[in-house]
């Protein structure tokens, strides 16, 4: 069975220090990742995608994404914190299912401190 | 691109009241948009996927005749929550795809705050 879990439910970092949130996946084909931040009430946004055409993923507002299949993981990173990255972030899962519904992590609530 | 319209933003009514929660593609077409419900600090849960010109498919659990989806059109979903309680106030998210294929990414709504009093 297809999961995704998010290792940390909380993460606190002083601005200007590197972010690390932490993804596994369990799958048993090649997966389709990704990952996105919500901020107070408000939709959710993609950072980045793993899709299997190389493992070191670039996306969004200098975050990456490293895709390791020998550990299953999908941690997201970011150098340096900015106040403005506080916010929820799901790792997220596609199905093989006919209409590639997602599979959720239970989310990382990213504290930035000043 | 890709942008997903969903309105309104927040709403406050009346036990008892029905709500419709509008979800539009703006700027492409979308076959299949997905419904979904979050509780407070928790994470997005599906209640239905919204098939264009053909009935929804709701997850196990979501009774079909509180929560209404129409797919009238391409670029348009509807959920209405009929007969509201209090127990129905949550945030809803609605979401499409600007492409097919498991690798292309959801687009989702902000969100819709329903709140029954």
């Known amino acids: 069975a297809q999961s995704v879990t998010q290792l940390d439910s909380h993460v606190s970092v002083s601005e200007g220090t590197p972010v690390l949130l932490r993804c596994n996946y369990s799958?048993?084909?090649?997966?389709?990742l990704f990952w996105y931040v919500q901020h107070p009430n408000k939709g959710l946004q993609l950072l980045l995608k793993?899709?299997?055409?190389?493992?070191l993923v670039k996306g969004i507002n200098g975050f990456e994404a490293e895709f390791k299949k020998s550990e299953t993981s999908f941690h997201l990173t970011k150098p340096s914190a900015h106040m403005s990255d506080a916010a929820e972030y799901f790792c997220v899962h596609s199905s093989t299912s006919g209409t590639y519904k997602y599979i959720f992590g239970t989310g990382t609530r990213l504290k930035v401190l000043a | 691109g890709a942008v997903v319209s969903q309105h309104p933003s927040r709403v406050i009514c009346k036990s008892g009241t029905s709500v419709k929660i509008e979800c539009r593609s703006l700027d492409f077409q979308a076959t299949t948009m997905f419904w979904y419900r979050q509780f407070p600090k928790k994470s997005l849960m599906l209640m239905a996927t919204s098939n264009e010109g053909s009935k929804a498919t709701y997850e196990q659990g979501v009774e079909k005749d509180k929560f209404l989806i129409n797919h009238a059109s391409l670029t348009l979903s509807t959920l209405t929550v009929t007969s509201a309680h209090p127990e129905d106030s949550s945030f809803y998210i609605c979401?499409?795809?600007?492409?097919?294929?498991?690798?292309?990414?959801?687009?989702f709504g902000d969100g819709t705050r329903l709140s029954i009093l």
């Open positions: 799958s048993s084909y090649s997966p389709s």
């Open positions: 979401s499409a795809r600007d492409r097919q294929g498991i690798s292309q990414p959801q687009h």
């Open positions: 793993y899709t299997s055409a190389a493992t």
